[in-house]
């Protein structure tokens, strides 16, 4: 049987034809890739800095809502507020209460002592600075090809403790450990101090209850 065009005119149409079409879409590529960094998603570029399921989004609007329920300084050290408890069942009361009443008060605290701590110990800066950098590096690298290590590919949290490991020298040096065991302490006496001293709020019918010692 005759066909229209020959075997081997086909094939060159083909080979033509599927050749412009690789070549017509080099150019949108290249205009939408920017190398490694142009042909990740978006998604992935937004987390870069953060390990998985983790983003800038989900820390603002955790930070948003604590912001949001935080109690009024003024009347948070108002030291009119401030008396002794009178027994043992009163000053757990109040600790368990106003744990509840002014947690996120206390969380700002928390955040300012760590926050305090880092700012006066410049070698505390350098190792954090050792360690994002390092952690950058790494995510990095991961994105361009799968890391391996021992055998295993490094993903996301294991990045984390890669750029720990890689990090860890300098954060000994700087005496990470006596600055954790600083702020806890700091933490501990005042959060601690304020939640056993704080008159609860709303009045003292609450606390009438705990007259009777213990």
């Not at 033509?16 to 949108?28: N, Q």
């Not at 950058?136 to 590919?153: A, D, N």
Request: charged share 20%; net charge neutral.
């Amino acid at each position: 049987m005759k066909s229209g065009v020959p075997k081997g005119e086909n094939c060159l149409v083909d080979m033509d034809s599927k050749a412009g079409d690789l070549f017509s879409a080099e150019p949108a590529d290249a205009a939408g890739s920017g190398g490694v960094m142009g042909s990740l998603p978006l998604k992935e570029l937004d987390g870069l800095w953060l390990p998985k399921g983790l983003s800038p989004g989900v820390a603002k609007e955790w930070f948003d809502r604590r912001r949001a329920s935080i109690r009024p300084w003024a009347g948070f050290v108002d030291h009119r507020k401030f008396t002794k408890p009178r027994n043992f069942g009163e000053l757990c009361q109040r600790v368990v209460r106003n744990f509840d009443t002014y947690n996120s008060n206390y969380t700002f605290i928390f955040l300012g002592l760590i926050l305090y701590c880092i700012i006066s110990s410049p070698m505390l800066l350098i190792a954090l600075a050792v360690f994002v950098g390092a952690f950058y590096i790494i995510h990095l690298k991961s994105l361009e090809s799968k890391l391996v290590v021992f055998g295993k590919e490094v993903t996301g949290p294991h990045q984390l403790g890669l750029a720990g490991a890689v990090s860890f020298p300098v954060f000994w040096l700087a005496g990470a450990g006596a600055a954790v065991f600083w702020v806890l302490g700091a933490t501990m006496f005042v959060i601690g101090s304020h939640a056993a001293f704080r008159e609860l709020e709303g009045g003292s019918e609450m606390e009438e209850l705990f007259m009777e010692p213990v």
